[in-house]
T-cell receptor, first 112, second 114 residues
């Protein structure tokens, strides 16, 4: 069964700090790894990483996929209070059922 | 606003009952996904439909069923409800068949089973 483990579960930092969120996975047939940000309501898409695109960056956020270690990190630099959210990691399976498996998330709180 | 709509926003019902959750995908999106999110389980993939056909299945209980209609809206039917079915149910949509790309999530339906 596909599995995604995120760490830490919860994190409190001060504005301006840099944070690294971790995601490790087990999947039978890897298609992609996705990062989402969930504030009060629905998750919103951040990045998709694949075998052909192992590094993504958008503003202060960046993510790297390590296919050898079956893991990914999400970095946020110069954190702001608006970064406070739950960050979800998910892996998509390219096998027969094409499932998407989410981790339980990392809750990030940025305090002024 | 993702462009995905879900109704109702909140639903309170009793054990043993049956409910229907509705989702309208973004304009042009052919894939619809259903997820269940509870505090202890995180976001659980239930099922995917693409252009009216079931394409991927996750941890969906036999008491749950879904369908996608010709106008591409989808319904998730939950029957013989139990207390443990209380959760936030999300619908997401995407243009492509493959589930590994960007999905746009609706605001969710919060189901409370008493």
């Amino acid at each position: 069964e596909d599995k995604v483990v995120q760490s830490p579960l919860s994190l409190v930092v001060h504005e301006g700090d840099t944070v690294t969120l971790n995601c490790s996975y087990e999947v039978t047939n890897f298609r992609s790894l996705l990062w989402y940000k969930q504030e009060k309501k629905a998750p919103t898409f951040l990045f998709m990483l694949t075998s052909s695109g192992i590094e993504k960056k958008s503003g202060r956020l960046s993510s790297i996929l390590d296919k050898k270690e079956l893991s990914s990190i999400l970095n946020i630099t110069a954190t702001q209070t608006g970064d406070s959210a739950i960050y979800l990691c998910a892996v998509a399976d390219s096998g027969g059922y094409q499932k998407v498996t989410f981790g339980i998330g990392t809750k990030l709180q940025v305090i002024p | 606003d993702s462009g995905v709509t879900q109704t109702p926003k909140h639903l309170i019902t009793a054990t043993g009952q049956r409910v229907t959750l509705r989702c309208s995908p973004r304009s042009g999106d052919l894939s619809v996904y259903w997820y269940q999110q509870s505090l202890d389980q995180g976001l659980q993939f239930l099922i995917q439909y693409y252009n009216g056909e079931e394409r991927a299945k996750g941890n969906i209980l036999e008491r749950f069923s879904a369908q996608q209609f010709p106008d591409l809206h989808s319904e998730l039917n939950l029957s013989s409800l139990e207390l443990g079915d209380s959760a936030l149910y999300f619908c997401a949509s995407s243009l492509s068949l493959a589930g590994g790309g960007e999905q746009f999530f609706g605001p969710g339906t919060r189901l409370t089973v008493l």
